[in-house]
């Protein structure tokens, strides 16, 4: 018997990620790639590792003893591994390594933009990979592997649910502004626009979330005429007199003409906060490195 370490470490990865698909997106593979690994390893143990006896439609992989055995193993060697590039990265005491960081427009434009350049100048052997991506996945994204951290928004009064091997951590509170048509006229009640059509956010968003317990805790119905799941999509409608939206003070940097700002009391704020993986080896000093660049960023604006 020979064993491949490289298969025990393919082997992990269908545990940790759930089955063969979740593995092959963690280890930027095919799931077909992953399935003749399991095979190989399979042959050079002599052992049955996935129990076929069970499977069928979606159901998840099922594991042998022999296969529980090879896999704590396997999580022994990741952790030496581990363990190896921390003790290398520390002795060379520079922050290397790729992160990537999953962030969206108004939150790249109000700090982390800041927070990127500055990682740039201060640590040139880090590699950060930017997507500009919806937060609604940015939990399932982390947990296989494929983003390392993700800005992520909900109303201020909401708390956020962390799924397991996750861990939150707050930024920066968006203050809520009322944005109406300048045609229309002005008040200092939002009582006084409470028949008047309104563009609302999708049920999840940090608008939506809003909107929602400003109609509960005002009585006021704010009727929704428009849904709109970007910032500048329903400040255009405003501009084009279609009805009032509500916004956090960072999406009206760059808003459009026809517009007004109203600071009315009890709108709240959004809260940007970042996610990350939480573990014995997590986060990465690489990781670290840029979520305390971020709350700098986010302190400082």
Partial sequence: MELDPRRL???????????????????????????QQLAALEREAGVVIIDRSRRGGQR??????????LISHANAIAEELDAAEAELSALS????????????????????????????????????????LDDQSAAADLLAGRTDLALVEDDAHQRRPVPKGLRYQALYDDPFRVVVPEDWAEVDDLALLAERPWIDGPRDSAVGQAMRRVRHTSGVKLPAAHLCHDFTAALLLVSAGLGATLVPMLALAAYPTGVRELALPGLGARRIGVLYRQSRKEPTPAVRTVV????TAAVEA
């Fill in 9 to 35: 470490i393919v082997l992990r990865a269908v545990d940790r990620y759930a089955g063969v698909v979740g593995a092959a997106a963690a280890l930027h593979v095919s799931p077909s790639a992953v399935s």
């Fill in 60 to 69: 998840a992989v099922e594991f042998t003893p022999a296969a529980r055995l």
């Fill in 93 to 132: 005491d520079a922050i290397t390594g790729p992160v990537t960081f999953a962030a969206f427009l108004t939150a790249l434009r109000g700090f982390a933009g800041t927070a990127i350049t500055d990682l740039r100048r201060q640590h040139p052997a880090l590699t950060l990979s930017v997507r500009q």
């Fill in 292 to 295: 305390d660049a971020l709350r």
